[in-house]
């Protein structure tokens, strides 16, 4: 599975972004999509997930309430609309999707296997 994330750009506090991760290949194989994040100078961590069917999610506290995510598999694009940014929020944003064993959280990094490049989001005071 190929993953390719786009939309991030520079807002100012308050503003909102929508990014989106595209997925190629062995789609059917895939159990979950997340987003990660990752700030300069500090560790990659999780910002949200979704299950296969769409209907379970999962949200890092800082960002609950803030940003949604949600899959159109139709298109096979997972989408993470990020709203009131805050200049915490400012990183690199990675997709990530699971596919074969199921052994860990959604919110795990080992839980996937597979990653796209990231996209880079950045917040202005």
């Known amino acids: 599975v190929l993953l390719q994330a786009s939309g991030g750009g520079s807002v100012q506090a308050g503003g909102s972004l929508r990014l989106s991760c595209v997925a190629y290949?062995?789609?059917?194989?895939?159990?979950?999509v997340g987003w990660f994040r990752q700030a300069p100078g500090l560790e990659r961590e999780f910002v949200a997930a979704?299950?296969?069917?769409?209907?379970?999610?999962y949200y890092a506290d800082s960002v609950k309430g803030r940003f949604t995510i949600s899959r159109d598999r139709a298109k096979s694009t997972t989408y993470l609309q990020m709203n009131s940014l805050e200049p915490e929020d400012t990183a690199v944003y990675l997709c990530?999707?699971?596919?074969?064993?199921?052994?860990?959280?959604?919110?795990?990094?080992?839980?996937?296997?597979?990653w796209g490049q990231g996209t880079k989001v950045t917040v202005s005071s």
């Open positions: 990530a999707a699971s596919t074969g064993v199921i052994n860990s959280s959604p919110r795990s990094m080992p839980r996937y296997n597979n």
């Open positions: 979704i299950s296969l069917s769409g209907f379970n999610t």
């Open positions: 290949g062995s789609i059917s194989s895939i159990n979950a």
